[in-house]
DNA sequence: ACGACGATTACGACGCGTGACAGTTA
DNA sequence: TTAACTGTCACGCGTCGTAATCGTCG
């Protein structure tokens, strides 16, 4: 017991972190140096601790992925969410944060509609390959 | 008229070619440098002709492509699919080929649904996002 | 002989990570 | 002691862009 990473604070290391979420330590690290994740705090020896909330935003940020933002994008995307949850509401920098959240959103929506026509040719395509192939097995 | 890359004899220099499929010349090139796509032949003075089965093949690579195989991946499932249809049937090289052929399918088949899994998940992100932002528009 | 088109070669760049390493912490 | 973690540097891969220079086509 006392697995590494899980802490009395309900603080995870970044090796929980990784798993939990499905990435590798160095992308974890990598994504903080662009800036799209910091940890909650370190330990006394310098140790990344993460909150559930930050393995939440780092599974945010992988489901992302599939929609080919790059990591600057998802940056500016995540700072402005969190802009408008921290922010009061009302305010002019709310307002500006919406705004760039708003293009997100669509940008998200228009390469979803994008992503969604490409695997439907491709999903024709598949279709097509499999029964070329099939046509040559005559016994299954 | 006589635009260029119209021959007579039905073939088409590497512009048109790229221009119909949607690609940039120098993917064309690249991709026959992975050995993707041989041009049909050449004319007197070295310029690429390609056939409009030729350019139904770039398409269908174009198409392929957002499910992530490496061109090389493509390659051999494009030798694959040239061998059933230049091989006699029922013979040992079509068996072979209908089982690469059959695998690649497969392969494509399941990419297609883990996109259409990732798709969705991005989907409700970007709705999710779209309905943050909009909370704060009260104007619209 | 002119203008569009193409060939070849080569250098580079971007985005996204991935190793490797030597040292530190738990 | 051992496993996990640290920082840093640098490398690799895929997919082309771009440019220079020169040849071809009609």
Redesign the pocket.
């Known amino acids: 017991m006392s697995g ?2 899980t ?1 009395r604070s309900g603080l ?7 798993e939990r979420v499905g ?12 800036g799209l994740l910091e ?1 909650a705090s ?8 993460y909150s559930t909330d930050q393995v939440d935003r780092l599974a945010l940020i992988k489901q992302m ?1 599939p929609l ?7 940056r500016e995307l995540l700072d402005a969410r969190d802009a408008l949850r921290s922010v009061p509401a009302a305010s002019v920098p709310a307002e500006t944060a919406a705004a760039t959240l708003s293009e997100y959103a669509d940008a998200a929506a228009k390469r979803c509609a994008k992503l969604s026509e490409q695997l439907d040719q491709a999903k024709g395509l598949a279709g097509q390959l499999r029964s070329e192939a099939q046509q040559h097995r005559t016994t299954s």
């Open positions: 590494p990473g802490q995870l290391q970044i090796g929980e972190v990784a990435l590798s330590l160095r992308t974890v690290r990598y994504y903080e140096e662009q940890p370190r330990s006394p020896g310098g140790f990344r601790l992925k080919g933002f790059t990591v600057q994008e998802m």
